[in-house]
Structures are given as structure tokens and as C-alpha cells.
């Protein structure tokens, strides 16, 4: 009855995410890196929450096998003015050291941390250039 109801809307929200997301999904070729950003009006309106977005990051993994990296960078809709990261990383390369900068938590594949920045779109651009700045140091 009522559960499997509320795991099927659970599902379609999530699909829309997903929807959202692959619309959103840019590739960076020279850092490896497939990146995307959602604002916290995509959650709203997919009714999702953030804690649905390790499934996205596996659903792109499935489709697009050959990223090295998947940066998902996300604001909080609880706390508007917070801007959060998730990193997987698919090489040797340990993902802390990546984020070194942001103070991560996670183990060397995965990793997540808070990004300062006063907006999405600087926040994008701070993650990206740390990035870039690990990968161009190699």
C-alpha cells in the first residue's frame, strides 16, 4: 500500500533530478573532469533533497564510463547561502588531495566539502580552478 506508494514518488523525484542534472552535465576534457551544479530551486521543484545525489553521480558513472572525475556542486536548500561539493575520483589519484584546499571529508575515491563563494557560479569556478591547479602540478 501506503510504502511502496511513497517509494514510487520517491523514485519519480528522483528521475527528475536526474532529469536536471544531465541537462546541467558539462565536460571539462583537459582536467577529466564531467561537472555539473544544481541550485537549491531544483531541488524545490524536483522535490528532492541533496542526500539523493550519490545516486545521480552512479547513474552518470553507469552512462559515461570514461570520466576520471565527476564534481557535483550543489546549494544547500536548507542553508541558502552554503554551496557543497561531492568529488569522485576514478584514477589512482587520491581525492583529498584534489580538494586539499576545501578541507575535505572522505576517503581517497569520494570526498565532500563546503565551497565559500557568493554565488553558484562562483563556486563552480573556485572548485574548477583547484582542480585545474592539482592537474596542471602533476
Known sequence: GWIVFSQIL???AT???WGVALGRLQH???LGLLWLALGAEDFVQT???PE???DII???LMNI???KMILLLYQDPQTLTHYQALLRVFTGTDARLIAKQFNPQGSAHAVAFAVPAANLLDAVKTVKEGIANFVQQK
Do not use: G, R
Open 52 to 54: 539523493q545525489l550519490p
Open 28 to 30: 571539462e576534457p583537459s
Open 58 to 60: 552512479d547513474e552518470i
Open 15 to 17: 528521475l527528475k533530478l
Open 65 to 67: 564510463p570514461e570520466a
Open 47 to 49: 522535490q528532492t533533497t
Open 10 to 12: 520517491h523514485c519519480l
